[in-house]
Nanobody
Framework: QVHLEESGGGLVKSGGSLTLSCSAN????????VAWFRQASGRERAGVSC????????RYEESAKGRFTISPDKAKSMVYLQMNGLKPEGTAQYFC??????????????????WGQGTQVTVSS
């Protein structure tokens, strides 16, 4: 049974860093794409970054480029999102999602059928 669990959220000052973790259980990460989405209060959920674990192909939403890094640890069945230079507009609930796809996307959340419960990131100004 596929199960995703996020951790690592918290309160950080503007300009600070956090690393989010997505624990991926019940499936072989090698055949999956894993994405991070975020949803701010009152706004729609939006993609941040994704990785196709089979070939480490990655994609980033425009504001995340150069500041965020997504990476897998297949031995631990984990996918991480390192976030640097956090801004107050980054305050949101962050979710990881997975699907057996050879190419990942951050534009279309409907392709992902497996989701975690989310972890809250709050960036103070």
């Amino acid at each position: 049974q596929v199960h995703l669990e996020e951790s690592g959220g918290g309160l950080v000052k503007s300009g600070g860093s956090l690393t989010l973790s997505c624990s991926a259980n019940g499936f072989n990460l090698d055949y999956y794409s894993v994405a991070w989405f975020r949803q701010a209060s009152g706004r729609e959920r939006a993609g941040v970054s994704c990785i196709a674990v089979s070939d480490n192909g990655t994609r980033y939403e425009e504001s995340a480029k150069g500041r965020f890094t997504i990476s897998p640890d297949k031995a631990k069945s984990m996918v991480y999102l390192q976030m640097n230079g956090l801004k107050p507009e980054g305050t949101a609930q962050y979710f990881c999602a997975a699907e057996p796809l050879p190419i990942c996307t951050v534009e279309v959340e409907q392709v992902y059928n497996y989701w975690g419960q989310g972890t809250q990131v709050t960036v103070s100004s």
